[in-house]
């Protein structure tokens, strides 16, 4: 564990909160930049965290750690590794500058959503400064340490819009005693419905994803992940081979898929001409393949369906109609990466207003900031 004193840090941000109240220019908070693509673009100066680093406290047996916003990622990985356990929600890294505080407030999760559930469910406690340079804790290293409103959990996903975070404390997990990955091909309608039918089971699914074709009944590269223990690792493993004559992968060989999945670095997602954008669709369990009307060439789906992503055009009109079609199977859409050329000032989110299902949400958003920011000292837009 890091040793160093925090104050001098501390005062330094809250000085910059302070001066940034006062003179009503916002800030931008950044770690090591590797996710400043994401959400809506902004030119404010930046609230660097990575000066705020190192791990505070680490209890194997109780399978917390907690750490500085600015403490490399890769370094938070690195300590439960010695004692085999690890961020069981797999969060993207999309660089090795990549910060345990950038991780949790992008609030994104990587192939094992599905299974473990999100970045948020595993955020136990945090400790923030506010729009007014004020110190303040909440949650707490346990799982049942939550009284009132957990405005902890609210951190995941703000993109540094509601407050910089500056410690947070994660449930982590032991990493699995076995883990096998098997592959066939099959098309997009069988491989949805296999999934939730077998996701009903007790199988040890710890990830899947389906990429092919964005017509649904043509066939595609199905990559299933087993994890759990021995004996049913490899009843399941036996199972599903078998219905769908998969053929395991070497462990190499499903770690480099794995990892690649979780850094978009697969063909379908490197190959993003400058003009084009990547869409990401956020759908409920059962959703049925999506038609999108000759419009996407490939697509590829994760969480058994419910995330899914696809290359096409960035112009408003091809925007709005993946919006409606996220909307009427009740979920949405964002544009989440964005080609070169492309209009920097493109919404790049499905805003609440537009979703029958969280339209209600925009007030609680309103008033949260209001408490938290009221000098809008972190209302850089980047979030709307």
């Known amino acids: 564990m890091s040793e160093f004193s925090p104050v001098s840090s501390k005062e330094l941000f809250r000085a910059q909160i302070l001066h940034a109240g006062k003179s009503n220019t916002p800030l931008s908070i950044q770690g090591g930049g590797t996710k400043s693509w994401y959400g809506n673009p902004n030119s404010f100066a930046t609230l660097d965290t990575r000066q705020y680093s190192g791990v505070l406290d680490y209890q194997p047996d ?37 910060t345990f505080g950038g991780a949790i407030a992008a609030g994104l999760t990587g192939p094992g959503r599905i299974s473990v559930g999100s970045l948020r ?15 303040l804790s909440f949650g707490g290293k346990v799982m049942k340490n939550v009284a009132g409103y957990d405005v902890s959990r609210l951190l995941p996903g703000s993109l540094g819009t509601l407050a910089l975070l500056l410690e947070a404390s994660v449930k982590v997990l032991p990493k699995p005693a076995a883990i096998a990955t098997i592959r066939c091909q099959i098309t997009q309608s069988l491989a949805l419905r296999l999934l939730n039918n077998w996701a009903g089971q007790p199988l040890p699914l710890s990830a899947s994803c389906w990429l092919g074709p964005a017509i649904p009944e043509q066939e595609g ?75 996407a060439e490939e697509i590829v789906l994760e969480w058994h369906g419910q995330q899914r992503w696809w290359k096409g055009p960035s112009d408003e009109a091809t925007f709005t109609t993946i919006k409606e079609i996220a909307n009427a199977n ?23 207003s537009e979703q029958p299902h969280s339209k209600a949400l925009e007030a ?10 009221p000098a809008g000292v972190f209302a850089t837009g980047r979030l709307p």
């Open 221 to 295: 590269q199905l990559t299933i992940r087993l994890s759990g223990a021995v004996a049913a690792v490899n009843s399941a493993k036996n199972l599903i081979s078998s219905s769908v004559n998969a053929h395991e992968l070497e462990p190499n060989d499903a770690k480099k898929f794995w990892i690649n999945l979780r850094e978009q670095h697969l063909d379908t997602f490197t190959s993003l001409r400058d003009e084009e954008t990547l869409y990401r669709f956020a759908l409920p369990v059962n959703c049925k393949p999506i038609w999108l009307n000759n419009m």
């Open 364 to 373: 609680v958003q309103s008033r949260l900031r209001e408490a938290f920011d």
């Open 121 to 135: 469910d595993f955020v136990l406690g945090a400790h923030i400064m506010d729009g007014k340079g004020r110190d």
């Open 62 to 98: 109780e399978l917390v750690i907690t750490a500085c916003a600015g403490t490399p990622l890769n370094d938070v990985e690195s300590v439960l590794a010695e004692k085999n356990q690890i961020l069981a929600f797999e969060p993207p890294h999309f660089g090795d500058a990549a």
């Open 330 to 352: 009740g979920g949405h859409a964002m544009r989440f990466r964005q080609g070169s050329t492309v209009n920097p000032s493109y919404q790049r989110f499905t805003l609440l």
